[in-house]
């Protein structure tokens, strides 16, 4: 396996992911803004294909993930781990890291908790079938 930086060649793969991954995946187009700009942090892990991604941008001193996903055939391999860690390594001068999960995902909470992500904050009706989230960070050395 390895990870590398996406790019326009990725997007079906991408997104074939994001289907497979989401109860309200992001449309196809949503993709590009991340793909296209190249200050933004867009990770693929690839092995004869795309196996999961990562978006991502610089918020001021912190990084937000926008979205991640793993194959459903490809999970608890490692996958997402190699992802967060080179994120960790791309977002160097960044004081810390969030993102959003829905609060019904305990599988993803438990993940994020692993690699250091605590729980901030609960986010009423969050997602647009009005579940919550929660707002998880990790702090950077």
Known sequence: MRVRRAGLRDLPG?????????????????????????????????????LGFLLARREGEEVHIHDLAVAPAHRRRGVGSALLGELFRAARGARR?????????????????????????????????????????????
């Open 14 to 50: 991408i997104h074939r992911v994001e289907q497979a991954s989401f109860p309200d995946p992001w449309p196809l187009f949503a993709f590009l803004p991340y793909l296209l700009d190249r200050e933004a942090l867009a990770l693929v892990a690839e092995e004869d294909g795309v």
């Open 97 to 141: 890291v969030r993102l959003e999960v829905r609060a019904s995902n305990r599988t993803a909470q438990a993940f994020y908790k692993k690699h250091g992500f605590r729980e901030e904050a609960v986010l009423p009706g969050y997602y647009a079938d009005g579940e919550d989230g929660l707002l998880m960070v990790r702090d950077l050395p």
